[in-house]
């Protein structure tokens, strides 16, 4: 695994190529080029649309946090975790997904489209 781990606007994120102009490959066919998806791992759902995932949070017991007009925020009242992600589902990138991922073991996980 290269790359060089790039801390950015609070977030924390790998690039392969350090220089190259992008955070992911051009070239087709490697793996960073490729879409990813978040997928719900009990149903083997993938996740479409906020609806779907806001339902599937608040099955974990995750709430809606704060009212924000650019951000979608979720927390649980027995953690300190706070999901933060774009209101247009269209901008989530793969640094929401796999918070996502993080914060909801087992339940989640990023998957070549």
Same mark, same amino acid.
């Given at each position: 695994?290269?790359? =060089?781990?790039?801390?950015?606007?609070?977030?924390?994120?790998?690039?392969?190529?350090?220089?190259?102009?992008?955070?992911?490959?051009?070239?087709?066919?490697?793996?960073?080029? @490729? @879409? +990813?998806?978040? =997928? !719900?791992?009990?149903? &083997?759902?993938?996740?479409?649309? !906020?609806?779907? #995932?806001? %339902? +599937?949070?608040?099955? #974990?017991?995750?709430? %809606? !946090?704060? $009212?924000?007009?650019?951000?979608?925020?979720? $927390?649980? @009242?027995?953690?300190?975790?706070?999901?933060?992600?774009?209101?247009?589902?269209? +901008? #989530?990138?793969?640094?929401?997904?796999?918070?996502?991922?993080?914060?909801? @073991? &087992? #339940?989640?996980?990023? %998957?070549?489209?």
């Amino acid at each position: 695994m290269s790359g =060089v781990w790039v801390f950015k606007d609070g977030v924390l994120r790998r690039v392969e190529h350090p220089g190259g102009g992008g955070e992911q490959s051009d070239r087709p066919g490697s793996s960073s080029s @490729r @879409r +990813k998806v978040l =997928v !719900y791992t009990p149903t &083997n759902e993938v996740i479409t649309s !906020y609806e779907i #995932l806001e %339902r +599937k949070l608040s099955e #974990l017991g995750w709430e %809606r !946090y704060c $009212h924000d007009p650019d951000l979608l925020q979720f $927390h649980q @009242r027995s953690s300190v975790h706070l999901i933060s992600l774009p209101r247009d589902f269209s +901008k #989530l990138k793969l640094v929401h997904m796999y918070d996502i991922v993080v914060k909801s @073991r &087992n #339940l989640f996980e990023v %998957r070549d489209a």
